[in-house]
């Protein structure tokens, strides 16, 4: 009885990694297809891709759609010089903020405790504080849960 239970188990992971293989491939195929016929595609902000890849290396010279706040079933990506770091809006200045309040009351005014509970540099922390630095959506998600762990309103 074990046995047969055992070779089910590998047989359904076996069927379920065949599925997941397959259905890579496919996607594989129809991308590669896709950039053999259409080599000027055009991008988010209307310029070609090839156009884009001139600055700075990067084709995305917008800010994610996946982050965007959506209206009438459209996402709206925002004004280009404002770099909207989370799902609540915030931008660099109030994360900075968010920062210097987390650093403050949480952990003493000490960048490194900060640096050490964020799992980042020191000088990283002392650049965003200060206000220079771009500031990413993981530093302040885990720094609203520090500040929410140890009782601290935000």
Do not use: C
Not at 8 to 17: P, R, V
């Amino acid at each position: 009885m074990k046995t047969k239970i055992a070779l089910l188990s590998l047989l359904g992971a076996a069927g379920g990694l065949l599925y997941a293989l397959e259905s890579q491939y496919k996607r594989n195929k129809s991308a590669n297809a896709d950039s053999g016929a259409n080599n000027k595609r055009i991008s988010g902000n209307g310029r070609s891709a090839s156009a884009n890849a001139g600055q700075k290396g990067s084709l995305q010279t917008t800010p994610a759609a996946s982050m965007a706040r959506f209206e009438n079933a459209d996402a709206s990506v925002g004004n280009e010089g404002e770099h909207v770091i989370d799902d609540k809006g915030t931008d660099q200045s109030e994360a900075a903020q968010i920062l210097r309040h987390v650093r403050d009351h949480v952990f003493e005014a000490n960048d490194e405790k900060l640096a050490l509970a964020l799992g980042r540099p020191t000088e990283e922390i002392e650049e965003w504080t200060s206000g220079g630095g771009l500031i990413d959506g993981d530093v302040i998600l885990k720094a609203r849960r520090l500040a929410i762990l140890r009782g601290f309103e935000i």
